[in-house]
């Protein structure tokens, strides 16, 4: 076992469930991604799902969906999205996602935790025993308002302006709680890596981000 905090990190235990957002994380964004035939895994995630069930981890996917999709995206084309997830990735056995617009302020949508909440309640495990893996800074907010932890996907150049974005979210996901940027891999198996060796959570020192994935 490596020492975390000589890499920066607060020394976490292993989270019991993972919470996964879908697109761009998971699987390939698509416009409106209401179609099972355009399903696309990114490039280890089987692998990084299939460590997470080897050590024992629960999985969850947490996902934002557009309910203005063109036509409108029904709740049957998500969950056809997510059976053809699992056939190519694995079991996920549990699926949460908002159909809500942003205008109709609902409570579901990241970065409002509703969606986190939700899906954890339905795994039975504590937000305090949860980790979000998500590209997105609303991925970063909804863990923080769910009192959960959280991995940022990202690579270095982008992650400056994505924590920027964190900073005005910041506003209603009270990032400044925690005190600034969250804990960020350069892809999906570092960040399952990251999480399942429980070196993660809190930068000690933001200026080891670039090294977190070697
Ligand atoms: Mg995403
Ligand atoms: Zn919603």
Redesign the pocket.
């Given at each position: 076992m490596s020492a975390p905090t000589d890499r920066g990190y607060h020394h976490l235990v292993r989270p019991q469930a993972f919470l996964f957002d879908r697109d761009s994380t998971l699987v390939h964004d698509v416009p409106y991604g209401g179609n099972p035939d355009r399903v696309r895994p990114i490039p280890g995630a089987r692998r990084a799902l299939a460590a997470v069930r080897a050590a024992g981890g629960r999985i969850a996917v947490v996902t934002?969906q557009h309910g203005s999709a063109p036509g409108g995206l029904r709740p049957a084309d998500v969950v056809a999205v997510h059976a053809r997830m699992e056939r190519m990735l694995g079991p996920l056995p549990i699926l949460e996602f908002?159909?809500?617009d942003d205008v109709?302020e609902?409570?579901?949508?990241k970065p409002?935790p509703?969606?986190l909440l939700r899906a954890a309640a339905r795994l039975g495990v504590p937000p305090s025993e949860c980790v979000v893996i998500g590209d997105a800074a609303t991925d970063v907010g909804a863990a923080l308002a769910a009192g959960m932890w959280s991995i940022l996907i990202s690579a270095p150049l982008s992650s400056l302006s994505t924590i920027g974005e964190i900073g005005e979210i910041g506003e209603i996901g009270e990032i400044e709680e925690v005190g600034g940027a969250p804990c960020v891999a350069p892809d999906l198996v570092r960040a399952v890596r990251l999480a399942l060796d429980g070196e993660f959570g809190q930068p000690v020192d933001r200026g080891t981000h670039g090294s977190a994935g070697e």
């Open positions: 934002n908002c159909p809500h109709d609902c409570t579901c949508r409002h509703g969606l």
